[in-house]
Structure formats: C-alpha cells, structure tokens
C-alpha cells in the first residue's frame, strides 16, 4: 500500500517570490510520481511527474520537483509566483504496473498575495 | 482533442435516492478511473475499468458500481444515497495499458449533493 503526505495545508505567499510545496510518500513498492493543480470548480490538471531517469523533472508553468529517493519526498518549486498560482496541489502515487490508481495527499492550498 | 467530459456538472438529490454520473474518455484512452473528492477524505479511488472490465476497486461500499462500455465510456451508479455521498466525483482516462507513461488526464467533475 502506498501514503502520501503533504506538510503543508495552506501556504501564502506574496507574488514574484519562490515557494515550495513539500510531499512525503512511503510506499513498499516502487512508485512513479505526480503533481496536480486544481484551479476552483475545475477538474485535477497534471503539473508534473517524475517516472525515471533525471531526479529533477520540469513541469508546465514554471514549477519543477525533485525526486529524492533516500527521503522519499517530492517536492514541488517555483522560483517566482504568480497570482494565477493561485489554486490546491495534490501530490499522488501509483505503484508500477499497469493499474491506474493513484493515491493522493491530502493537498496544500497556494495561495499568492498581491 | 476534446477532453474527458463528464455529464452532469451539478446534480441535486435526495437521501435514499439513487444516482448514475457519465464520463466520455478522451478518444483513444481505454482506461477509465473514477474518484471521489471531499473536504473530509479528500481524494480517493473508486475504481478502474479497462476493455469494459473493472481492473481495481477501492474501498467503498457496493453502493457504488460502474461499468464500461464497449466505446470506452463509462458511467458510475450510487445507490440509496446518503448525505455523506455529497461529493464532487473526477474520472479520469488514460492510454491503454501497454503506454504506461501513468499519466491521468481529469474531468472537470461531477457535483453530487444530497440532501
């Protein structure tokens, strides 16, 4: 079975200033990784994810994560924020293998002040 | 390319009523995966179908069912609803099964409230 935790619930943050968003997951077996936003009343738009090769792993809109194996985290970063970052972002898992099913943190909420 | 559209956007029901939701995948996509968000639970897997089959299941009760068709749409029923079933439902789709780049690709959801 996998967790996935995410450290923060709420993160403000002033515009043009750097933020990241932290995520833990334990699994037993190996995973692939992923981030999503969630824009009000929107369905999950995939940021990110990370499925081999480079840890490092550049996504849409400027944000990119490191994966970090050792403390299995999978931290999300921007270097400048955007008002129109704001929005929650889920972490998630899937085990490898042909299932689909992802496991979802509990989300942070972004939120850029003018 | 059209997205994955799921039908209806907001519905309003009663307890002890019974509701089905539908989610067109995006043309090709033979995977459909269906969750359940609430403020409370947050996101959580309800389950998968592939070729009309449902491939995983997650730990709802049989209230919730779902089916696949043979043109890769999918719809989900929830019976005798309870208030605690108000929720927004996401599917999401995928490429078939030998393209595992693993990435779902989300509706905009489905608002259930009861009341």
């Known amino acids: 079975a996998q967790s996935v935790t995410q450290l923060d619930s709420q993160v403000p943050v002033f515009e043009e200033a750097p933020v990241e968003l932290r995520c833990n997951y334990s699994?037993?077996?190996?995973?692939?990784l992923f981030w999503y936003v969630q824009y009000p009343n929107q369905g999950l738009q995939l940021l990110l994810k990370y499925l081999s090769g480079s840890t490092l792993v550049k996504g849409i809109n400027g944000f990119e994560a490191e994966f970090n194996k050792s403390q299995t985290s999978f931290h999300l970063r921007k270097p400048s924020v955007h008002i129109s970052d704001t929005a929650e972002y889920f972490c998630a898992v899937r085990p490898l293998g042909s299932a689909r099913q992802l496991t979802f943190g509990s989300g942070t909420q972004l939120t850029v002040l003018p | 390319k059209a997205g994955v559209t799921q039908t209806p956007r907001y519905l309003i029901k009663t307890r002890g009523q019974q509701v089905t939701l539908s989610c067109s995948p995006i043309?090709?996509?033979?995977?459909v995966s269906w969750y359940q968000q609430t403020p409370g639970q947050g996101l959580q897997f309800l389950f998968e179908y592939f070729s009309e089959t449902q491939r995983n299941k997650g730990n709802f009760p049989g209230r919730f069912s779902g089916r696949q068709f043979s043109n890769s749409r999918s719809e989900m029923n929830v019976s005798t609803l309870e208030l605690g079933d108000s929720a927004l439902y996401l599917c999401?789709?995928?490429?078939?099964?030998?393209?595992?780049?693993?990435?779902?690709?989300f509706g905009e959801g489905s608002r259930l409230t009861v009341l």
């Open positions: 699994s037993s077996v190996s995973v692939y």
């Open positions: 999401a789709s995928s490429l078939a099964a030998t393209q595992n780049t693993g990435e779902l690709f």
């Open positions: 043309s090709g996509h033979r995977s």
